[in-house]
Structures are given as C-alpha cells and as structure tokens.
C-alpha cells in the first residue's frame, strides 16, 4: 500500500505531466476530499497507507482532472467567502476574484448604512448561479434582505440548496434578468452576468469551455449584452442613491463606462483583480 507521502508525490508528477496548472495543490484537494480530510492533516499524516478504495477513488478523480474536468466539479463543492458551496456543471464555479468584488461591496455598504443612519436594506444578486455571490453578502452583513435570481431552474435550484446549507435566509426567484422584480425596488444590486463575447468563447480555457455553461458564459456578440439591457431597464428598479456592483471581463471597461455614461447613472469607477486586470465596476444612481 502506498503512504499519503507517495500518492500525493505521484499525483503531482502525474497531474503536471498533463500540463494541469497547480498541479500540487490539485493533488492535495483531491486526495484531501478523497480522505476526508484537511489539507494540512495530510502533512500530519504522511505515512499513513491508504486501501484499495481509497486508491481507486483517487484514481478515478485523477483521469477526471487530466480529461480537463474542474476540481470543483469533480468534488462538488467549493468554498466561498466562508461559505460551502455546492457545485454542478449547471452553474458557473465561484472564482476567488469575484470574493474580491463581495468585500469591497460590503465595505461600501457599511460606510453607506452607517452614513444613511440606516441598519438594513434590500439587496438583489441578478444571475445568481450557485448563488456564491448574494449569500458571501448576507454572511457579511446578515440584517440584509438578500433575494437570488436566475433564469435557469436547476441553477436557482443549487441557489436554493446553498442557501439552506449554509444556513443563510434569503430568497429565490426565478427568471429573466429584473422580470421577477416586477414594480420592486433594491438598494444594493450585484450582477455577475454572462460577459464572454462569441470571438472569445473559443479562446476560453478547455476546462471552462468544455465543462461550464454556456448560457452563463456567452453575452452576445460583443459579449455586454447584459450590461446593456440593465442600463436601460434597472433604473426603475433602484432607490434613491442605490449602489450597483458589476464583475465585468477584463478587456470591458471603456465599453462598460461608455454604456453607463449617461444620467440617470454617476460615480462609474473600474475597479482591478488580483491579477491587475479590470474586473469590477461600481456604480450610484442619483
């Protein structure tokens, strides 16, 4: 029987022979999750032999990684501003950027609450998916009314499966955009919505490509048809003084500015991911 030691040295070798990218932290989720344990506890442990089904479990997972198969997807699961969430290929994988995007937003909203002399307030997360983003933001400010929306089911459905695993309140409403939203108004509006335009869906990693929806991906030709509809049509959904927070692709931002010029809409600033990239984008309504 072979010792976590060696599997995970195995596993590594195997992994970035196939040219996966992190080719050791991969092993360790996997054979973490395999064993049903934390990753540092490997390091604990590391002459600990694992059985046969320990062994073909981790196999099997693997053959899946080098298939190009995302870690996530092959464990389910993923964790997200302290929360577990759940995945499946029905909904986009939560990113770490886009944690970025939930902690500067809810410092915004603490500054502006405390400002306003206010302790709560009504907060919607358009094209929720797994919903990573609207629970990251009622986990971090609880007096919230948070409400996730999406226009596939079985993604609402996952939104729905998290909220209740992670012991979080809030609700779920199904459908297009802001049409489950009729003659209702928000303070805080998140939306991470398709933003990959049809040219650059080919140049997309095979995993993404391969493995994650499409119709949570694609936006139109020049890939801002989203940002485009909500330009128009989510003015009449805020309240005064509303903040809106947009994750955005990272070649979008002259475009993104350009479409939310214009009154109603002020205070458009870029903001940059980890990478230095433009990724979020914050704006007010007068």
């Known amino acids: 029987m072979r010792t976590i030691a060696e599997v995970l040295t195995l596993a590594t070798q195997f992994l970035a022979d196939h040219h996966i990218e992190r080719s050791r932290r991969c092993a360790e989720d996997l054979l973490s999750f395999v064993l049903k344990m934390k990753r540092l506890d490997l390091y604990m442990q590391f002459d600990r032999p694992l059985v046969e089904m320990e062994m073909a479990e981790m196999r099997s997972f693997l053959k899946r990684s080098v298939a190009g198969e995302p870690t996530a997807y092959i464990l389910g699961e993923i964790d997200f501003m302290g929360c577990c969430i759940q995945v499946t290929p029905d909904v986009l994988i939560p990113r770490q950027e886009t944690e970025?995007?939930?902690?500067?937003?809810?410092?915004?909203?603490?500054?502006?609450?405390?400002r306003t002399g206010r302790s709560d307030g009504v907060c919607w997360d358009l094209c929720t998916g797994s919903g990573c983003i609207g629970l990251g933001v009622k986990l971090g400010y609880p007096k919230l009314t948070v409400v996730l929306s999406d226009i596939c089911p079985k993604a609402l459905r996952m939104a729905e499966l998290n909220s209740i695993n992670n012991h979080l309140q809030v609700e779920c409403r199904l459908g297009d955009l802001l049409q489950p939203f009729l003659n209702e108004k928000a303070d805080f509006v998140f939306c991470n919505p398709p933003y990959v335009s049809i040219n650059e869906f080919d140049s997309l990693e095979k995993s993404v490509r391969n493995f994650e929806p499409s119709l949570a991906l694609l936006g139109g030709c020049n890939g801002t048809d989203f940002y485009e509809r909500l330009s128009v049509e989510l003015p009449n959904h805020l309240n005064q003084g509303a903040q809106v927070f947009f994750e955005i692709g990272h070649a979008q931002a002259a475009a993104i500015q350009?479409?939310?010029?214009?009154?109603?809409?002020?205070?458009?600033?870029?903001?940059?991911?980890?990478?230095?990239?433009?990724?979020?984008?914050?704006?007010?309504?007068?």
């Open 100 to 114: 970025i995007l939930v902690d500067m937003a809810l410092k915004k909203i603490k500054e502006t609450l405390e």
């Open 258 to 286: 350009e479409i939310f010029s214009k009154p109603p809409w002020r205070e458009g600033r870029i903001f940059k991911d980890w990478s230095g990239h433009d990724r979020f984008f914050f704006l007010e309504i007068e």
